[in-house]
């Protein structure tokens, strides 16, 4: 279904210039900015003690991730040097969550609907809406979807974030986080009625005290919320509180004035004095959302959904056609190999990916962290059948894509062309999108190809048919090209020791040196650096070379061609170069002279922790000004920001960086554009955010190199090999909606054509064949245009909740190669989904601890119940040096329940402080350490109830329970001896002749404090 909106955008590429440096230039002489998208926000406003969401989310997950290292693993090292050892991936990662949250900001269909930032007092509305992110984020992380829960995450992280700026609850005195936004059982404060006045007349900057007594109670029982109003829509009513600021309309309207704490600037935030106190209690909220996430899904869970420390994948895309066994055996060997020499890696486990195919088959993929396993599904491939000669190799790439994570590499092993060739552009995108390289194995049937190759023995028996072009793996170099692998043109005899590829572009650490193509017939020279970081320098050269000379920084030169020599080992077999540098490796510039009678690709390799990333950005200056990252391709001829984080730096490590190089596909200069670091100088990040002003991005396909000195000067230069394709045309998704099994969902998106007025063909592709229609559709375009468009997901009935639905849109003018792509990921959700955590009620206290603590104990009797639908699943003690007792627990009355309750009591004895138990009035046992225990066949009904008796010695007053549902909410129960017995109302029920009401039915110990994190 498609619908169009088509409007002018910018006029042209000069006025667009000027608009863009005027909104520079105001942002320059703005104050600084606080709950803004990014530290672009503060660059833009020169100011460094300001507070942004993406300050605040990722020092939340540095903070966070450090603490579950500490718990999981021997600590090797202090804080800094456990940042250092995060690897890039995780930096990547975390900018995944700071771009979604960024992008409530950004996208059409949020920034301005108060729902997703707590204005105009929707705020029983945007709760929902964080309870639903909270649900999503858990089943996609139970899923293994880990960029689908990034994805959620930020959402959540930037509504919940905007509360503690937008409301009046620092106003309210208040100095913790408000539990009842993601926990319903825990106390709320109501909101105030529409006819309810909340603020009083301000007419200055700074507005003190302008909120109506009653918002501003320090007693709970007669505290109110409010939430200020943003702009015309919703309408403000008459003495509501507005958000305020130069960016708020609503300002003028009464009650003038506003409330928002976003910045520490009265010109945006006029009560700019609380900025801290709401930052604060935002990055706290933020803390608890990670820790009750890492305490949901598991420690290593958790620290896999941020890449912590992440060995490389190893993704194998296997042809398994008749003619192939060679090719297996090798892939096997290597796989053999490489999980072997990680035996003894620190690192978590690494991400294993098979995807085999033939025609017309693709897959089933196989996808596990387990190594074994891997090798198992490796031992059971089989080279079987043949046919014709192409097979749907793309679609497998796909498939390989969607499962591995990003910044893979991907290596497909096959002889045969592509029978499905409509999917290169949505397969180009997700490689680009995923910053993940593609590298072809091709072992060629000599009788179908050019004359070049005609000399090669043998090897595919596939039925007899018309020759076929010379050029038909074309797709694959253009897929390799683009996304920085190679393509590898061997034979049977070399595939295994040419598959030592593989292992070289595995290897912890790894960075790009160089990258680049040659077609020149005469000698061409290149250049890489090496500094003092970079260990084990590879070299891999593709083609066919009639000369080679390697020159060291202090000049000695060696011919590759000529045999052994001083400065490195050439290994060459058909089809590939590997050369390797001899140590003790010499910092400097090194040089590469070759010559060659056809294509050639260079590609130098290296071990080092320093890498970096990059994303181009346009500014923004509409309701929170920042710079916007760009989605797909960057517009070409029109100016951009480049924003880089260098990651894996030491911290004792001065390192400096002062510019980027854009460099073509040949290895020729196309720009210079400099560099100025935007991270605050207290900051304590192993990552150094860099931004660069491009004034006009290249019309030519570039890579990027940055270039820096180390700490002894020499110069330090990486490369990221993707080739960024920039073009004319745009295309943005506009919304990311929930997909419901059994419903149909219309995805919204745009595409801006930045040239004339031309038609352009639009494929919608998915991974799961949900989409109604995938195209192509023609469009027309109007010069400086717009489209609106929507594509239909039908999501069938069985559709597994927590599954992930990668969207791929492409759009291509017709007959310009201007191109660009959108890739969304659309998470399956219940329809009606259980999302009321557990219970815990305590039925008997007894606390008797005097001032020696080793001479007493104190204990406490509870009663576990689900109170949604899903049932019991699992229960962890966290904390605590005591021992929790898990009870038999038949259908209960209350004459029953207390019946338990004694007879627990009586068979606990304590010797020193420390209970001991008669085994055969007890289920199960747990003490801190263990891990969670399933429970789901002892209480296979969601009204069941259990009960566990926790004691401990005085010496441990505190303890900790984690209860889980079978829809994955958690409930965290504290207990501290000595507190005031406090009295709560519980009602439990049971179907039949036995049900009983329990009302009033259990009285807190002393000594219990009970607090829900979810």
């Not at 409330?259 to 009265?266: E, G, H, M, R, V």
């Not at 991400?351 to 074994?372: A, M």
């Not at 207990?975 to 009033?1000: C, K, P, V, W």
Request: net charge negative; aromatic share 8%; proline share 6%.
């Amino acid at each position: 279904m498609m619908s169009q909106d088509r409007g002018k955008i910018w006029e042209g590429s000069g006025k667009q210039m000027q608009l863009f440096i005027l909104a520079y230039l105001l942002l320059l002489a703005l104050p600084c900015m606080g709950f803004l998208p990014n530290f672009w926000s503060r660059v833009l406003t020169l100011s460094w003690d300001s507070h942004t969401h993406q300050y605040i989310t990722e020092q939340a997950i540095l903070n966070v991730t450090l603490e579950t290292l500490r718990s999981t693993e021997t600590p090797q090292g202090n804080n800094e040097e456990e940042q250092t050892r995060l690897g890039r991936g995780f930096w990547r990662a975390v900018g995944e969550v700071v771009k979604s949250n960024a992008a409530m900001d950004f996208l059409s269909t949020t920034k301005s609907d108060p729902v997703y930032h707590f204005d105009s007092e929707r705020v029983d509305s945007a709760m929902g809406m964080l309870r639903q992110c909270w649900a999503q984020t858990v089943l996609s992380v139970r899923a293994r979807k880990y960029q689908s829960a990034r994805h959620s995450l930020g959402q959540l992280f930037h509504s919940l974030q905007d509360f503690y700026s937008h409301s009046n609850w620092v106003e309210m005195g208040q100095r913790s986080i408000y539990l009842h936004l993601l926990q319903p059982e825990e106390p709320a404060v109501p909101v105030a009625k529409e006819d309810t006045p909340t603020c009083m007349e301000c007419f200055s900057a700074t507005c003190r005290d302008n909120l109506q007594p009653a918002l501003t109670n320090t007693q709970r029982e007669t505290q109110l919320l409010t939430t200020g109003y943003f702009s015309t829509f919703p309408p403000k009513p008459y003495g509501k509180c507005s958000h305020g600021g130069i960016m708020d309309s609503s300002r003028y309207m009464g009650a003038k004035g506003g409330i928002n704490k976003d910045s520490t600037s009265p010109l945006f935030s006029p009560h700019h004095y609380l900025h801290v106190e709401a930052a604060n209690l935002a990055k706290e909220a933020t803390l608890s959302v990670l820790r009750d996430l890492r305490d949901t899904v598991g420690p290593k869970t958790f620290l896999r959904l941020f890449s912590v420390k992440q060995i490389p994948a190893l993704v194998f895309v296997m042809d398994t056609t008749g003619s192939m066994f060679e090719e297996i055996t090798a892939a096997r060997f290597r796989a053999h190999t490489i999980i072997e020499s990680r035996a003894s890696n620190r690192g978590l486990p690494g991400t294993y990916v098979l995807v085999p195919f033939h025609d017309p088959e693709v897959g089933p993929v196989f996808e596990s962290d387990d190594p074994n396993q891997f090798v198992q599904q490796m031992e059971n491939l089989m080279a079987l059948g043949g046919g014709d000669e192409p097979e749907m190799c793309l679609s497998a790439i796909q498939l390989a894509l969607t499962h591995s994570p990003p910044l893979s590499e991907i290596f497909v092993f096959t002889d045969a062309s592509p029978k499905d060739p409509h999917l290169f552009d949505a397969v180009k995108a997700l490689t680009l999108e995923k910053q993940s390289k593609v590298t072809f194995l091709l072992t060629e049937d000599p009788k179908y190809t050019s004359e070049s190759r005609s000399s090669r023995r043998r090897k595919r028996r596939r039925k007899k048919r018309e020759a076929l072009s010379p050029d038909r793996f074309s797709l694959y170099s253009a897929l390799s090209s683009v996304s920085g692998g190679l393509t590898i043109f061997t034979t049977n005899s070399d595939i295994r020791r040419v598959s030592a590829i593989v292992e070289d572009n595995t290897a912890t650490d790894k960075v790009t040196l160089l990258h680049v193509e040659s077609d020149q017939d005469l000698m061409s020279t290149h250049s890489f650096r090496v500094d003092s970081s970079v260990k084990n320098v590879t070299l891999h050269i593709t083609g066919i070379l009639t000369e080679c000379i390697l020159s060291s920084p202090s000049d000695q030169s060696q011919s590759l061609l000529s045999g052994d020599g001083p400065l490195a080992a050439l290994d060459h077999f058909d089809g590939l170069y590997r050369i390797g540098l001899l140590s003790p490796i010499q910092p400097g510039q090194w040089k590469l002279q070759a010559k060659s009678d056809g294509h050639l690709t260079f590609n130098v390799i290296g071990q080092s922790s320093v890498d970096f990333l990059y994303y181009f950005a346009t500014v923004t200056n509409e309701t929170h000004p920042g710079l916007e990252r760009v989605e797909g391709s960057p517009v070409a001829g029109v100016p951009a920001f480049l924003v880089l984080a260098v990651t894996g730096l030491p911290l004792d490590e001065e390192a400096s960086f002062s510019h980027v190089t854009l460099l073509g596909a040949d290895g020729e200069t196309l720009q210079q554009v400099k560099l100025n670091s935007s991270s605050s100088s207290s900051s304590s990040y192993s990552v150094e955010e860099l931004v660069g002003w491009v004034n006009s991005v290249p019309r030519a396909p570039f890579c990027v190199r940055l270039t820096g000195r180390d700490s002894r000067g020499n110069k330090l230069e990486r490369v990221s090999t993707e080739m960024v394709q920039p073009t004319h045309v745009q295309m943005q998704v506009l919304s990311i909606p929930r997909l419901v099994p059994g419903h149909s969902t219309m995805v919204d998106f745009d595409i801006l054509n930045h040239g004339p007025a031309r038609l352009f063909n639009l494929t919608a592709d998915d991974d799961c064949g949900y989409l109604h229609k995938r195209g192509p559709h023609t469009i027309h375009v109007a010069e400086q245009g717009s489209f609106r468009g929507q594509v239909d997901i039908l999501t069938p009935a069985t559709a597994q909740a927590g599954a992930t639905v990668t969207l791929t849109l492409t759009v291509r003018a017709l007959h310009s190669p201007d191109a660009n792509y959108a890739v969304a990921y659309l998470t399956v959700i219940p329809p009606d989904p259980d999302m009321s955590p557990p219970s815990c009620s305590v039925a008997r206290v007894e606390s008797t601890c005097p001032s020696i603590c080793t001479e007493s104990s104190w204990s406490v009797s509870l009663v576990v119940s689900d109170r949604g639908r899903s049932g019991l699943a699992a229960l962890q003690l966290q904390k605590g040096e005591g021992i929790l007792t898990l009870f038999h627990s038949p259908q209960p009355t209350e004459e029953s329940l207390e019946e338990a309750q004694h007879k627990a009591h009586r068979d606990t004895t304590t010797s020193e402080g420390h209970p001991h138990h008669h085994h055969h009035h007890h289920k199960a046992r747990l003490e801190k350490g263990d891990p969670p225990l399933n429970v789901t066949e002892w209480v296979p009904g969601s009204s069941q109830l259990l009960l566990a008796w926790y004691a401990s010695s005085c010496c441990s007053p505190k303890a900790e329970l984690l209860v889980w549902d079978t829809a994955g909410n958690m409930k965290r129960c504290r207990l501290t001896s000595g507190q005031q017995t406090q009295l709560r109302d519980r009602s439990i029920e049971s179907s039949g002749a036995g049900r009983i009401t329990l009302t009033n039915v259990y009285v807190l110990m002393s000594g219990l404090l009970w607090s829900t994190l979810l």
